[in-house]
């Protein structure tokens, strides 16, 4: 059965003592949630965070990481170092991070083999701007990044996966995809990778909606068929709003 997830990607949110509250409460507020939960703080609060959920089930995961082992690169941080902090998922190729730094489905392919070199679960970000969907290219948009950053992947490496949809036009705006456009491309996103590495795999893969999921549209989004949890964004700093998430399945 494939796993359910909730990952928080708190984005550049919080100051230390905020992160350290933030962890607490939700360690402190789980219940025996059916999903792995993952709390992605920014970088210099990981370890912080790390040390609050070590003795839960609640793992730590990474916004970002760069591509490259080690090196004269000024200002980044590397797979190594978020493993010797304890992190377990990266979030890879946030629209934000393709929008604002022009990260490209090529660098994003060589930080997913950064990531699981080091035994770091992918958590790769796909979806469509408005204009895409307007323009009804939204389908083959997101095969392209798929297609582009993971398809280099063997059968094993890809089962490692997880990926997250997240519409552009969805994230921070309060506009959630309907269920109906969520499980859509949901679907499709699961038929793309079956054609290429067969059905057992790609039933396997947990899909991730993302773009303002909250307390009040979990449930349902959580219902559909292929849609196996949720990377939430804004409703993941309070603790309430994130507790009520991770218990909609
Ligand atoms: C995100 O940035 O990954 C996200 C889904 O944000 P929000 O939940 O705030 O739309």
């Known amino acids: ?23 607490k409460g939700i360690v402190a507020a789980q219940s ?17 965070v790390s040390e609050v959920c070590k003795s839960s089930l609640i ?3 990474a916004q970002n990481c760069n591509k490259n082992k080690n090196g004269a690169f000024t200002g980044e941080v590397s797979v190594q170092m978020l ?4 992190v377990n998922y990266v979030i890879v190729g946030h629209s934000e991070r393709r929008t604002y730094f022009n990260e490209t489905n090529q660098e994003l392919a060589e930080k997913v083999v950064i990531c699981l070199e ?27 990044q798929i297609q582009e950053a993971l398809f280099q992947l063997n059968a094993e490496e890809f089962s490692k996966i997880i990926i997250a949809y997240e519409p552009v036009w969805a994230i921070g705006t309060g506009v959630t995809a309907t ?31 993302g773009g303002s999921c909250n ?23 309070k603790v309430t709003d994130f507790i009520s998430i991770s218990a909609s399945f």
């Not at 025996?32 to 912080?48: D, E, G, M, R, T």
């Not at 080091?118 to 095969?143: A, D, K, M, W, Y």
């Not at 456009?181 to 590495?197: G, T």
């Open 179 to 209: 269920p109906a456009q969520a499980q859509e491309m949901h679907q499709f996103i699961r038929k793309v990778i079956s054609e290429n590495y067969g059905k057992a795999i790609a039933d396997n893969i947990s899909i991730l909606y």
């Open 83 to 86: 493993v010797s902090l304890g």
């Open 32 to 48: 025996n949630s059916v999903a792995q939960l993952i709390l992605c703080p920014p970088f210099p609060f990981i370890q912080a």
């Open 215 to 237: 307390a009040s549209n979990a449930k349902e989004l959580f219902a559909l068929p292929d849609v196996d949890g949720g990377l939430i964004g804004g409703a993941s700093l």
């Open 59 to 61: 793992a730590v995961g």
């Open 1 to 23: 059965m494939r796993k359910k997830i909730v990952a928080g990607n708190w984005k550049m949110n919080t100051d230390l003592n905020q992160a350290i509250d933030l962890a």
């Open 118 to 144: 080091q035994n770091i679960t992918p958590i790769f970000c796909c979806g469509e701007q408005l204009s895409e969907r307007n323009n009804n290219i939204h389908f083959n948009v997101v095969q392209t």
